[in-house]
């Protein structure tokens, strides 16, 4: 018996399944045009809601389906919305200042103390009222639309030196990838791949020091260098985000708390990439697209090999300094019933192929 697939089944599902016969009369068939092989009438669409669609994946690229206002939880991400209609939607639950609207309840957190903290929906309205549904419902669909169709996972960004429950200083990573500088310089630039996180952590160890010393030792020291920009400035329209998922319910509610612009307390790439700080951003894109945005430095990624060896890199540099890194990313407990059906029935059933 095959494994249950949880994304298969809604995505064949979600709508209804169409006949399984394409034809009234099988022996009595036109042919069939390959773009349309189910001989579907085309809809006649809206051309200013076409042009107000987000546009990410160019030619070829699937329509989303409407988002169902009712299914929305504190896991809904920008990237889910179909149009500005499917904004609409969401802060019409806003305007309503029901508290027990999807949307109020998916705004519901526990605090450290493990007590419910929930938002409030006057201040919340006050807020829609204040920037206008038209306004706001545009910006959503922009955040959505600069998403990458495949983001980067929060676990894979590195711990840097900066924030306040960061070990080090952001002279250090300075000094790590800029040669001749102090006591630091990593080997990025040869055939030297970065050490698995918590590989290490802190300087103690004698696998740190080689590693935050290693492009003093490759032959040329001067070769391991990236462009380091301390305390960079943007505004919020020229970054780029580069996690996908970003929630709406919790960026709307920092939002109405009056976050925009000011330090993102995250560190940026020399081209705008957003490397954490992304709910604040959002926030911000939802007030004031203009508004200018800080952070503790930008890093040249490029110089580094890309932004995945990079961050690889910069991941081990954050451990040596001491910042052990997430390996695995928090699990919302209502984020996904199928994946959990899916999970216990594959335990129950053995795999064959």
Same mark, same amino acid.
């Given at each position: ?15 209804? =399944?169409?006949? %399984?016969? $394409?034809? !009234? +009369?099988?022996?009595?068939? @036109?042919?069939?045009?390959? &773009? ?68 109020? =309840?998916?705004? %519901?957190? $526990?605090? !450290? +103390?493990?007590?419910?903290? @929930?938002?409030?929906?006057? &201040? ?81 160890? @004698? ?147």
């Amino acid at each position: 018996m095959k494994r249950f697939n949880s994304s298969k089944w809604i995505t064949e599902n979600k709508h209804g =399944k169409l006949s %399984e016969m $394409k034809y !009234d +009369d099988p022996f009595n068939k @036109k042919e069939e045009d390959p &773009k349309n092989p189910m001989g579907i009438p085309e809809i006649e669409k809206d051309p200013d809601a076409q042009a107000a669609a987000p546009k990410k994946g160019g030619e070829g690229e699937k329509e989303k389906a409407p988002l169902d206002p009712a299914a929305i939880t504190n896991q809904t991400s920008y990237g889910e919305l179909s149009g500005e209609e499917d904004a609409k939607k969401i802060l019409s639950q806003l305007q309503s200042k029901d508290p027990n609207q999807p949307i109020f =309840k998916a705004m %519901e957190f $526990k605090d !450290d +103390d493990g007590k419910t903290v @929930k938002p409030d929906p006057e &201040k919340i309205a006050k807020w829609v009222d204040g920037k206008g549904v038209d306004t706001l419902a545009k910006r959503m669909v922009a955040i959505g639309a600069a998403l990458p169709s495949t983001g980067l996972p929060k676990k894979d960004m590195p711990f840097l030196p900066g924030p306040k429950d960061a070990v080090g200083d952001v002279d250090d990573v300075e000094d790590a990838l800029t040669p001749g500088q102090g006591k630091y310089g990593v080997d990025f630039k040869e055939a030297v791949d970065a050490p698995s996180p918590n590989t290490f952590v802190g300087m103690k160890d @004698k696998a740190a020091q080689d590693y935050m010393q290693s492009g003093e030792k490759d032959g040329d020291p001067m070769d391991d260098k990236a462009a380091f920009e301390k305390d960079p400035k943007i505004a919020a329209s020229a970054a780029k985000p580069t996690q996908s998922n970003i929630l709406i319910a919790k960026s709307i509610g920092m939002a109405a708390n009056g976050v925009e612009g000011g330090n993102l307390g995250a560190y940026f790439s020399t081209d705008n990439e957003i490397l954490d700080g992304h709910h604040r951003w959002a926030a911000t894109m939802l007030n004031n697209p203009g508004a200018e945005m800080g952070g503790f430095a930008a890093i040249d990624l490029k110089a580094m090999g890309g932004t995945k060896p990079a961050l690889k890199h910069l991941t081990a540099i954050g451990n040596a300094l001491g910042n052990k890194t997430k390996t695995s990313e928090a699990k919302d407990p209502r984020s996904s019933l199928y994946e959990q059906l899916e999970k216990h029935i594959n335990k129950l059933v053995p795999y064959k192929k």
